[in-house]
């Protein structure tokens, strides 16, 4: 496999430079499926159809095709399980979902995020 690295989100330096990820792994998925979930429709001037409908004040359960869609359309090397999460005790009306991103034929193990 050839060594082509990617930044890395959130985008974060170190002495060695930006964090990066390498192409073809679920951790670049994982990373682009994240920046495809950090965008609301319309936010991008040069591409206002990226992102997903934005999130606030959404009733629960959580309608998750546009998410679903949005990947389907700007990834579709990923495959994402999306859960969503009980309440947080601390903020409960706050909703939560788990994003499992994996690789179909990659032999690397699915990834998760909370957003």
Avoid: K
């Avoid at 495809?36 to 359960?61: V, Y």
């Avoid at 859960?83 to 690789?103: G, N, Q, S």
Wanted: aromatic share 8%; charged share 25%; with cysteine.
């Amino acid at each position: 496999m050839d060594v082509v690295s990617h930044l890395a989100w959130p985008l974060r330096y170190s002495r060695n430079g930006y964090a990066a990820v390498q192409q073809d792994t679920v951790a670049e998925l994982s990373v682009n499926v994240a920046v495809i979930c950090s965008f609301p429709l319309d936010f991008r001037d040069e591409a206002p159809e990226f992102g997903i409908p934005d999130p606030d004040f959404q009733q629960r359960p959580l309608d998750l095709t546009s998410l679903y869609a949005a990947v389907d359309a700007y990834e579709p090397r990923a495959r994402v399980n999306v859960h969503e999460l009980p309440f947080d005790p601390v903020d409960p009306t706050a909703a939560r979902v788990r994003l499992e991103v994996a690789m179909p034929g990659g032999e690397d193990e699915p990834m998760s995020t909370e957003v």
